[in-house]
């Protein structure tokens, strides 16, 4: 069975540019997280959905991040515009049933904001 | 304060040893407690979870929940140098998931 997968694995890109980040969750999972982590903080979660719907994004540092799950298979996280300050990987994780479920994580993609 | 906390560490063992490691949390009404273990440039993987009704043990490893001290402690034994890698406490507490900044683990052959 296929793990969660998100790309890119890596990303590089100049302050002010446009960040999309994807994720596909496993399959039959109906929660999905998405984290930063960074050295000084840790692993922060940012927002998570149940059955495609954002239920909590208080962890969204600023308008500049979003975050969408047009279908139970999909989400984005996009960072416009992107500042040095993003730079850490962002992981996805999905679980099944409740919140309280262990979560599954992908690769995480790096993300430098140069 | 912090939800979740944990000795950043390192923490070095040597090689068949127990590994103690622990995290404190600052919510009673916590009820899932997680440990993940995260390798350099990887993704944190699930090591074991507990609810708040007991303790477990799955092969080497075992999480103990002490709820009147609110910590929650993972064991390790019979330390193997491929159990070096950093270990993230996450507990749930009916609202949020929150994570520890992780306790670095070094194995000593």
């Known amino acids: 069975d296929a793990g969660v997968i998100q790309s890119p694995r890596h990303e590089v890109t100049e302050m002010g540019q446009e960040v999309t980040l994807r994720c596909k969750p496993i399959?039959?999972?109906?929660?999905l997280f998405w984290y930063r982590q960074t050295m000084m903080r840790g692993l922060e979660l940012l927002i998570y959905f149940n059955n495609n719907v954002p239920i909590d994004d208080s962890g969204m540092p600023e308008d500049r991040f979003s975050a969408k799950m047009p279908n139970a298979s999909f989400s984005t996280l996009k960072i416009q515009p992107s500042e040095p300050r993003d730079s850490a990987v962002y992981f996805c994780?999905?679980?099944?049933?409740?919140?309280?479920?262990?979560?599954?994580f992908g690769d995480g993609t790096r993300l430098s904001i140069l | 304060q912090k939800e979740v906390e944990q000795n950043s560490g390192p923490l070095s063992v040597p090689e068949g040893a127990i590994a103690s490691l622990n995290c404190t949390y600052s919510?009673?009404?916590?009820?899932?407690f997680f440990w993940y273990r995260q390798y350099s440039g990887k993704s944190p993987e699930l090591i074991m979870f507990?609810?708040?009704?007991g303790d477990k043990e799955d092969g080497r490893f075992t999480a103990q929940l002490n709820k009147a001290s609110q910590y929650v402690s993972l064991l390790i034994r019979d330390s193997q140098p491929s159990d070096s890698a950093t270990y993230l406490c996450a507990v749930e507490d009916g609202n949020q998931f929150y994570f520890g900044t992780g306790t670095s683990l070094t194995v000593i052959p």
């Open positions: 399959s039959g999972h109906d929660y």
């Open positions: 994780a999905s679980s099944f049933g409740s919140r309280n479920q262990p979560q599954h």
């Open positions: 507990i609810y708040s009704n």
């Open positions: 919510d009673r009404g916590s009820q899932s």
